[in-house]
């Protein structure tokens, strides 16, 4: 499973990596875990740092390339996350 110790934080766009990460775990405002997918499929609100990289784990096959901690005073929201119809199951 990954975990926070083998992630960087690093941008979802890094030159460093050789595709983009799926995945971005962060906190938002209030200080709660986010997970936001750059696919926008999938994603969500955590109580703690665990849940949300075990849902992206899950999500990859745990694949840590498909994760990255977004850099330190970034600070992440859902209302972008807005599913399409078709996306809804």
Not at 8 to 14: D, E, F, K
Not at 30 to 50: C, H, K, M, P, Y
Not at 61 to 74: F, S, T
């Amino acid at each position: 499973m990954a975990n926070a110790q083998h992630l960087q934080r690093r941008s979802a766009h890094s030159p460093l990596a050789p595709a983009p990460a799926r995945f971005i775990i962060g906190r938002d405002r209030r200080g709660s875990w986010i997970v936001q997918d750059r696919q926008g499929l999938v994603g969500g609100l955590f109580r703690n740092e665990a849940a949300a990289l075990h849902f992206a784990a899950e999500e990859c096959n745990h694949n840590p390339a498909d994760i990255c901690l977004a850099p330190e005073g970034v600070i992440l929201d859902l209302d972008g996350f807005i599913p399409a119809p078709s996306n809804l199951h």
